[in-house]
């Protein structure tokens, strides 16, 4: 399902998603070298979440897509700054149609 057009007033900035392509024997990732840009609303605001794994963990703010995204805490994400962030949880929201967006929690640059 889709979100109406009218709402791509809401979304002003791009952001850019970027898959894992490999990771070495130590955990370092390597990044597709293209990435996928996506319509959103960039939100900055300090808070804590629960992880997935149940460890409360700050968040610096909030990427609301419009439509549905493929991404998980896997991915590189670079803000419309250029500044690459960590994911820290994808979630999507629902109606009673079924699907309509994806949120993005990220963290500090390192």
């Known amino acids: 399902m889709t979100i109406e ?27 597709a070298g293209s990435g996928t840009s996506v319509r959103c609303r960039v939100q900055t605001s300090r808070r804590l979440i629960v992880s997935a794994d149940g460890l409360e963990i700050p968040e610096e703010g909030r990427v609301y897509c419009y439509g549905v995204v493929s991404a998980t805490v896997r991915h590189k994400l670079t803000l419309p700054s250029g500044e690459v962030v ?6 999507t929201r ?3 149609a079924g699907t309509y ?7 500090k640059a390192s």
């Open 94 to 96: 629902n109606d009673e």
């Open 5 to 31: 057009a009218a709402f791509l007033t809401m979304m002003p900035s791009t952001v850019t998603l970027h898959a894992v392509s490999s990771t070495d024997a130590y955990g370092k990732r390597t990044f």
């Open 101 to 107: 967006s994806t949120v993005i929690s990220f963290g």
């Open 86 to 91: 960590p994911i820290l949880m994808v979630d």
